[in-house]
T-cell receptor
């Protein structure tokens, strides 16, 4: 069964460094999302992406964040200058459509640790 | 803005027994979806069951069923014949059906299965 994959599974970085989290959505899916989960807290929406542009973003998704679909398969989240509070689990999700039968499929996540 | 509340941070149940996880939500919309996601220790979220708000009939998926009370804005998950593999974090989530695909999650309920 097709799955959303994410790399790396764990990323450790120094505060102020740039990180890129990578996701490969399910191949026929057209809508892509990033969520994050700070340890012990709820999953929070960051951004949704469709047709090569952001369709919605949350207050968390400030100028330090960007998303890109550089080719036909990858979907990336870039954090330009990481802060300690960016430490979290980052989940990528994809869905085939936004219609009534919409379901978002989640990847296994990337644990980002900012030191 | 929509909010989702899960008032039970932790629940436990004896194997083979039935357990009910609570979820309430707040919205001014009339058309939306509600979901229960399971997040096992491996941390990939899996969709357990979904409910469309315009459907009065409660959704059922094998041992999982919901009690959807639209007027009360309540959406509980019942797990029958609990199994060890049901141990996980369970998240209730809301999605609007008005051009907005993001999921809004509750804080989760950690379910422990007692052998």
């Amino acid at each position: 069964e097709p799955e959303v994959t994410q790399t790396p599974s764990h990323q450790v970085t120094q505060m102020g460094q740039e990180v890129i989290l990578r996701c490969v959505p399910i191949s026929n899916h057209l809508y892509f999302y990033w969520y994050r989960q700070i340890l012990g807290q709820k999953v929070e929406f960051l951004v949704s992406f469709y047709n090569n542009e952001i369709s919605e973003k949350s207050e968390i998704f400030d100028d330090q964040f960007s998303v890109e679909r550089p080719d036909g398969s990858n979907f990336t989240l870039k954090i330009r200058s990481t802060k300690l509070e960016d430490s979290a689990m980052y989940f990528c999700a994809s869905s085939v459509s936004s219609g009534r039968l919409h379901e978002q499929f989640f990847g296994p996540g990337t644990r980002l640790t900012v030191l | 803005a929509q909010t989702v509340t899960q008032s039970q941070p932790e629940m436990s149940v004896q194997e083979a027994e039935t357990v009910t996880l609570s979820c309430t939500y707040d919205t001014s919309e009339s058309d939306y979806y509600l979901f229960w996601y399971k997040q096992p220790p491996s941390r990939q979220m899996i969709l357990v069951i979904r409910q469309e708000a315009y459907k009065q009939q409660n959704a059922t998926e094998n041992r999982f069923s919901v009690n959807f009370q639209k007027a009360a804005k309540s959406f509980s998950l019942k797990i029958s014949d609990s199994q060890l593999g049901d141990a996980a974090m369970y998240f209730c989530a809301y999605r609007s059906n008005f051009g907005n695909e993001k999921l809004t999650f509750g804080t989760g309920t950690r379910l422990t299965i007692i052998p």
